[in-house]
Each structure stands twice: as structure tokens, then as C-alpha cells.
């Protein structure tokens, strides 16, 4: 079982919908989780970090993390055609070192 | 700089050859990582440097795979006798905190595009 896992998609959406993007992990004791959005031929780009159970906002984007269920989230509200990217879950845990361990990515396809 | 800067952009190489890929990361960033990207992947990393010390290797693929970063800033991943699973794209990522904090965010380079035939 990889430690970081995704649906590698494609999910797609219509324009102002929500995207849910679903992200599990196998190390229990992992502190620190994050989302990053990667375009095309381009680099990963940080949306979100969530440390602690809950959910947090930031404009559109809310990440949730549950930490009994081993598992973390993103929602996209009002879906753009420029949110069309793969959207990368990277969990930094016990047994990475300290490193951060990417999930494959799902990619994200916003339909106009 | 600004960002993490990284050269060159694409490097073709024929199967034996010798690469030198090049990270300039954020002025003043304590850790850089390189993380190796295959097509339709997540990043995988490779190694971790604080400052110039080389704390963690533990994802070099083979022997045939070097870093190094001398005087704590720049950086460079040197790859020997390519094979054509080496081709990928190699992303470079610093941060200001060491590795081990829990806020520590990476910031990554554009990357190099690494095509051996």
C-alpha cells in the first residue's frame, strides 16, 4: 500500500460546481498535510496546509482533514475552468523522515 | 532570487551520458530538497540537504545519482551513465525551516525535463 493515495481522476466538473478531490494516508502518526496544484509542464504549487482536525477555509478552497479515518480533503467551490490542473496530497510522515510523500495526483478537469 | 530557479529547463541525453542538473533555491532557504517526477506520477523525493550538509539520500535511485551543495545555497544533482528509466522531469524544492518543522512549506522550481534516448 502506498503511504500517500489519490483517485488519479479524471474528475470532471461543470463550471461553478463543487470539486471534491480525496486524499488518504497510511502513517497514523502523520502531523502535516497539503495540497498543491500542478498545471501542465509546470511546478507544484502550495494551495493549502492543514495541521490539526477540522476543516479550513481559504476563499474558494476548503481543505478537511479527519485523522481517524486517515484521510484529507479539498473542496473547490465555484469551480473555474481555470482550476483544470492535477491536484497533488502530499503528507509529511513518521516514517518519511520528515520528507513530504506525494500522492500520484488527481487531475482535475472544470468543464465551461 | 525570487524563486527557486532551476537549469537547464530540458536536457536530452543519450543512454550512457553524464548529466549535471542545477538548483538556485530562495535566498537565505535552510533545506532544499530534489524530488524526481516520472510522467502521470506524484513526486518522488530524492534527497534532502540543511544548508550544505547532505542529512538525507535515502531516495537516490542507484549510486549512479549525486548531490551536492558545497556552500549551503546552490545546488546540483549529477546523474551518471543515464539509463532510459532516468528520464523524468527532476524538481527542485527549498524551504526557509528545516525539514523537520511541521509548518515548513516547499517551494518548487520549474524544473528539468530530463529525456534520455
Known amino acids: 500500500q502506498k503511504e500517500v493515495e489519490q483517485n488519479s481522476g479524471p474528475l470532471s466538473v461543470p463550471e461553478g460546481a463543487i470539486a471534491s478531490l480525496n486524499c488518504t494516508y497510511s502513517?497514523?502518526?502523520?502531523?502535516?498535510f497539503f495540497w498543491y496544484r500542478q498545471y501542465s509542464g509546470k511546478s507544484p504549487e502550495l494551495i493549502m496546509s492543514?495541521?490539526?482536525?477540522g476543516d479550513k477555509e481559504d476563499g474558494r478552497f476548503t481543505a478537511q482533514l479527519n485523522k481517524a479515518s486517515q484521510y484529507v480533503s479539498l473542496l473547490i467551490r465555484d469551480s473555474q475552468p481555470s482550476d483544470s490542473a492535477t491536484y497533488l496530497c502530499?503528507?509529511?510522515?513518521?516514517?518519511?523522515?520528515?520528507?513530504?510523500?506525494f500522492g500520484k495526483g488527481t487531475k482535475l478537469s472544470v468543464k465551461p | 532570487g525570487a524563486g527557486v530557479s532551476q537549469s537547464p529547463r530540458y536536457k536530452v541525453a543519450k543512454r550512457g551520458q553524464d548529466v549535471a542538473l542545477r538548483c538556485d533555491p530562495i535566498s537565505g532557504h535552510v533545506s532544499l530538497f530534489w524530488y524526481q517526477q516520472a510522467l502521470g506520477q506524484g513526486p518522488e523525493f530524492l534527497t534532502y540537504f540543511q544548508n550544505e550538509a547532505q542529512l538525507d539520500k535515502s531516495g537516490l535511485p542507484s549510486d549512479r545519482f549525486f548531490a551536492e551543495r558545497p556552500e549551503g545555497s546552490v545546488s546540483t544533482l549529477k546523474i551518471q551513465r543515464t539509463q532510459q528509466e532516468d528520464s523524468a522531469v527532476y524538481l527542485c524544492?527549498?524551504?526557509?525551516?528545516?525539514?523537520?518543522?511541521?509548518?515548513?512549506?516547499?517551494?518548487f522550481g520549474a524544473g528539468s525535463r530530463l529525456t534520455v534516448l
Open positions: 502530499a503528507v509529511k510522515t513518521r516514517g518519511s523522515q520528515g520528507n513530504l510523500i
Open positions: 492543514i495541521y490539526s482536525n
Open positions: 502513517d497514523r502518526v502523520s502531523q502535516s
Open positions: 524544492a527549498s524551504a526557509k525551516l528545516p525539514k523537520a518543522s511541521g509548518a515548513n512549506v516547499l517551494t
